[in-house]
């Protein structure tokens, strides 16, 4: 299987009014092609400076981050800038959809300023509407349509270049149960039928249960790393999961009365 993100020895420093604080101590990490990997951790433990970095939001202070080979600690701003518009993909917690834009706008935007046909840029669009069940609501705007309904065109958008690596902050955070599920489906399905390489960042139990491998941090290390074994099964890896967690935050489940 091939290495489509390796992280060495990745640091993150940050100085504020004459302290220093280091966020990431030094972490190393493997995400093979076509991995739903879900890094999880207390508020503080350095998982959303960790995706940050790794999707080149942020700069690492020190340490080596190859995608597909390439290091992107030593890319400039405009090289960092064309990698990351053709083998990235984002999906955040708070959408960032554009109002004006239809549906069907907002998801083809990564396509319009390519040399891309319009006929198959329509081709992609309409296929990954109908992989996130929203082809329905393609010509009406962000205003008009559900939380999540959004999100799954926030999903969709971020995967129309087929990227390398799909990033996902907290993608779950603003929707209510039904719609984090059928998110999270959507996202599952992307990843075992399309084979699409997935980081996850979540503070949520249910949701990192759809991953195939959770890596735990705490104060700014790895933790443990958990992998799901049996895959037609989420239950007990929900349960591996909760107990991780616990542990990481300061107690074990077994204390509680």
């Keep these: 299987m091939k290495t489509i993100l390796e992280g060495t020895q990745i640091k993150k420093v940050y100085h504020t009014g004459g302290t220093t604080f280091e966020a990431l101590k030094g972490i190393d990490l493997q995400i093979q092609e076509g991995e739903f990997v879900g890094i999880m951790g207390p508020s503080g433990s350095g998982k959303t ?7 080149t939001i942020d700069q690492a202070t020190s340490g080596e981050i190859l995608i597909n080979g390439e290091d992107i600690v030593k890319m400039n701003d405009d090289t960092l800038a064309l990698f990351r518009r053709n083998h990235l993909g984002f999906v955040f917690q708070d959408y960032n959809l554009l109002d004006t834009l239809t549906v ?4 083809a935007l990564p396509l319009t300023s390519s ?4 006929t198959d840029i329509n081709r992609c669009v309409l296929e990954l ?22 999100q799954r065109c926030a999903a969709s958008r971020a995967i129309i270049t087929n990227p390398s690596v799909i990033f ?3 993608p779950t955070g603003a929707l209510d149960s039904k719609a984090a599920t ?7 399905a992307l990843n075992t039928q ?3 390489t997935i980081l996850l960042v979540t503070h ?3 949701a990192a249960s759809y991953c195939k491998r959770v890596i735990f941090i705490k104060d700014g290390e790895i933790y443990k790393e958990l992998l799901r074994e049996d895959l037609g099964r989420r239950r007990p890896f929900f349960q591996q999961i909760v107990s991780i967690m616990s542990e990481v935050s300061g107690g074990m489940i077994d204390d509680i009365i």
């Design 129 to 150: 509407a109908k992989k996130f069940g929203i082809d329905h609501i393609l010509h009406q705007f962000p205003y008009q349509i559900s939380g999540g309904q959004k």
């Design 104 to 107: 069907k706008e907002n998801i």
């Design 204 to 206: 949520d139990a249910f």
């Design 115 to 118: 040399k891309v046909k319009e």
């Design 182 to 188: 059928d998110l999270l489906e959507s996202m599952q």
């Design 49 to 55: 400076t960790l995706l940050n970095v790794l999707s």
């Design 168 to 170: 996902a902050d907290e």
């Design 194 to 196: 399309d084979h699409a």
